[in-house]
Nanobody, 115 residues
Framework: QVQLVESGGGLVQTGGSLRLSCAAS????????LGWYRQAPGKQRDLVAS???????NYADSVKGRSTISRDNAKNTVYLQMNSLKPEDTAVYYC?????????WGQGTQVTVSS
């Protein structure tokens, strides 16, 4: 059973920073993609950033230049450093793990950016 546990969300002012973490546990293939998605109220869940096991990254245009995704393969942990946060970044952020055989979601962590 694979589990993803997120942490690091919270309330921050416009222009502030947050670092999200997600620790994966269980039987995890070494070939995988870890990512962060977000979902604002009334909107669909969209990709924020992803990183493959060999370090290739992908970012949504809305966070490029403001966010950095990284991972520690030894700890099966992925991080999302978000800077220069804007009110429109307010959403529930979900960790996602994709392997060849399956995909998994974390429970989500709330990020709220006040204006």
């Amino acid at each position: 059973q694979v589990q993803l546990v997120e942490s690091g969300g919270g309330l921050v002012q416009t222009g502030g920073s947050l670092r999200l973490s997600c620790a994966a546990s269980g039987m995890i293939s070494s070939i995988n993609v870890l990512g962060w998605y977000r979902q604002a109220p009334g909107k669909q869940r969209d990709l924020v950033a992803s990183i493959t096991n060999d370090g290739t990254t992908n970012y949504a245009d809305s966070v490029k230049g403001r966010s950095t995704i990284s991972r520690d393969n030894a700890k099966n942990t992925v991080y999302l450093q978000m800077n220069s946060l804007k009110p429109e970044d307010t959403a529930v952020y979900y960790c996602h793990l994709r392997t060849v055989r399956a995909a998994y979601w974390g429970q989500g962590t709330q990020v709220t950016v006040s204006s």
